[in-house]
């Protein structure tokens, strides 16, 4: 039930095309949803979140879509370019008492973006 | 404003020996959590500290210790090092309370052999 899975595992796409991954959860007690973006060497670093009170939130060319009866979202690239080309997580968590949750991550999905 | 730092950058150890990985948190920020990634795979997470105690442990076993110190610093231990804890353990702070946000150091990549 703390799992979150991820889709597709790897992803190519031409320069200026749209790139969609997507995740999904069981536990209905998740109330953050980031995604994270990790080049080799390097650790995540946070792209956009959003909380289950919203179904979209974008920032720039990046979109969350939120399916709350589903239990699904969904990371959306528009106007994708090769230096998006990275391996993505999204992650999910829980807050309990207002302090920061732990993070739940999913598999990941390695993104390249041809030129 | 600096980020979350971490050291050693890298680190080989043979199995049965101690390690420890430093982090400093990001500035204003008193939550950290560590994070272990193998590689291929997404983080899992270890634990968290606020305000120097232990706020949640992860399906790790007990020689996966921390240490979190007045200045939100903090420490990971691991003892009698097994091949595979061979990965990039990652650092991530918060500002806590009120704050879901996490933010990620570069990681240390420890090898075992």
């Known amino acids: 039930q703390q799992q979150v899975k991820q889709s597709p595992q790897s992803l190519i796409v031409q320069k200026g095309g749209i790139s969609i991954i997507n995740c999904a959860y069981e536990?209905?007690?998740?109330?953050?949803f980031p995604w994270y973006q990790q080049f080799p060497g390097k650790g995540p670093a946070l792209l956009i979140a959003i909380r289950p009170d919203v179904s979209e939130k974008k920032e720039g060319r990046f979109t969350i879509s939120f399916n709350k009866s589903a239990k699904q979202f969904s990371l959306h690239i528009m106007d994708s370019q090769p230096g998006d080309s990275a391996t993505y997580f999204c992650a999910a968590s829980t807050h309990g008492s207002g302090n920061t949750g732990k993070l739940i991550f999913g598999q990941g999905t390695t993104l390249q973006v041809k030129p | 404003e600096t980020g979350v730092t971490q050291s050693p950058t890298h680190l080989i150890k043979t199995r049965g020996q101690q390690v420890t990985l430093r982090c400093s948190s990001q500035?204003?920020?008193?939550?950290v959590s560590w994070y272990q990634q193998a590689l291929g795979q997404g983080p899992q997470f270890i634990f968290q500290?606020?305000?120097?105690?232990?706020?949640g442990r992860g399906n790790f076993p007990p020689r996966f210790s921390g240490l979190q110190f007045p200045n939100y610093s903090s420490e990971l231990n691991v003892n009698a090092l097994e091949l595979d804890d061979s990965a990039l353990y990652l650092c991530?702070?918060?500002?806590?309370?009120?704050?879901?946000?996490?933010?990620f150091g570069p990681g240390t990549r420890l090898t075992v052999t």
């Open positions: 500290y606020y305000r120097e105690e232990e706020n």
């Open positions: 991530a702070s918060s500002p806590g309370t009120g704050s879901y946000e996490q933010y």
């Open positions: 536990n209905t007690a998740f109330d953050y």
């Open positions: 500035s204003g920020h008193n939550t």
